[in-house]
């Protein structure tokens, strides 16, 4: 259990939650204001932002039918933002900064790897990249030194 103190009453109340902005008496007394509040618009016809509402986009400034509630964009304007958030690394500069090596893994290893990076809260490249650092370290213990260039070509 967490402690934190209420917003509204200044009380110190403990929670389960990450975060907590009110004790539970005040938790419930700003519900019923909420509550009392959506109604006073909804008998007055002031905008509610029901499902199946008609908006103005704030993107765009066309008219849309809401999809949800907190919406508050059009569809084309939804998914061009999507899509920009959402683009891959420039070609240019990962080749600039990156270069690539195609690896193949057992069948189900994908998965364990992939398990095993989030375990490790990183990124199944960087928990690769370790493993060949340790595998190469490894190796040069192992065998001693780096192999040269003409011991590569003599076997």
């Known amino acids: 259990m ?66 949800g509630g907190n919406q508050r964009v059009c569809e084309n304007c939804r998914l061009s933002v999507r899509k920009k958030n959402n683009q891959k690394p420039h070609d240019e500069y990962v080749s600039r900064n990156y270069d690539v090596i195609k690896v193949y893994v057992k069948k189900g290893e994908r998965d364990r790897i992939k398990q095993m990076a989030a375990e490790f809260n990183v990124s199944v490249n960087e928990l690769v990249n370790y493993g060949i650092d340790l595998a190469i370290h490894e190796f040069i213990e192992y065998y001693g030194t780096k192999p040269s260039k003409t011991d590569e070509k003599e076997t």
């Open 2 to 67: 967490k402690i934190f103190t209420c917003k509204m009453c200044g009380k110190e109340f403990e929670s389960e939650a990450n975060h907590a902005y009110y004790c539970t008496d005040c938790r419930a007394e700003r519900q019923r204001d909420r509550s009392r509040a959506y109604n006073a618009k909804k008998k007055n016809n002031e905008k509610t932002n029901n499902i199946g509402s008609s908006a103005i986009c704030e993107k765009c400034g066309k008219e849309y039918v809401r999809a």
